[in-house]
Structure formats: structure tokens, C-alpha cells
């Protein structure tokens, strides 16, 4: 497995209006729109659906993106699973590359994604290899 690592900046635009559930809580749908930089040089597209519970802290959200561009001098695409979780404010993310997805010179990747938030500024951990 390689990885690489860089920052990205995020777009979120509401969807749909989110609606309040049994117990308070709050679902929303929301696209994504992703520019990334550093070994991974690409855009992508996505869609996130999400649960806010009354809890502060306690919430959980699932997505999946189109990445598109360049990785580690590659070019192609592949699609991004997330599922995360936050359980009154310890959270739990994973980012996955959905089996089958890549095309282009990135056909055959499998690889995880982490994210991490610092001073505001988002940036990604990713650990792949092209089979």
C-alpha cells in the first residue's frame, strides 16, 4: 500500500429541506463538491445524507463521491464511500474506495481515507494500491 497525503476544500449545498423525525431528529441531504491537492490532484461530486439527534455531539452521516483527476501521477477516477458517526462528540469516520469503481490508469484501486480538520483547514491521509 502507498500513501499519500495533502488538503482539500469542501463545498456543501442543501439539497432537499431537511425535515424533523420521531424524537427530534433532524435529516438532511446535501451535495458535495470536493477540490483536492497534493499527490491527489482532482475534483469531485457527491451526494451526503445525514442525522442530527437532539444530543449535542451525537449525530451520523453517510456519502459517496465521484473522484476525477490525477493520484500519484495516475490519471482516471474511482467513488469514495463514507460512514461516520459522532456518539456525543467521539467520532468515527471511514472512508473507503467503493470495490470496482476506478477507471482510467486508476482501474483495480482499493484503498481507505482518513480526514482530519485542523485550524479550520481539511486534509486527507490516503492509503491505496492500484491491483
Known amino acids: ?74 490519471s482516471g477516477n474511482f467513488a469514495l464511500q463514507h460512514y461516520g458517526t459522532m456518539n456525543q462528540g467521539k467520532s468515527y469516520l471511514k472512508l473507503e474506495v467503493v470495490p470496482d469503481s476506478g477507471g482510467g490508469e486508476l482501474g483495480g484501486i482499493v484503498g481507505v481515507m482518513d480526514i482530519r480538520i485542523e485550524e479550520g483547514q481539511h486534509y486527507y491521509d490516503f492509503e491505496f494500491e492500484i491491483r
Not at 490532484?41 to 451520523?60: V, W
Open 1 to 74: 500500500m502507498k500513501k499519500v497525503s495533502g488538503k482539500f476544500e469542501v463545498r456543501m449545498q442543501p439539497e432537499e429541506i431537511s425535515f424533523i423525525g420521531t424524537n427530534g431528529i433532524q435529516f438532511g441531504r446535501m451535495a458535495l463538491n470536493k477540490t483536492y491537492q497534493g499527490a491527489l490532484n482532482a475534483t469531485s461530486q457527491g451526494e451526503m445524507l445525514s442525522a442530527m439527534t437532539t444530543t449535542q455531539g451525537s449525530a451520523a452521516y453517510v456519502a459517496i463521491e465521484q473522484v476525477t483527476g490525477t493520484l500519484a501521477g495516475k
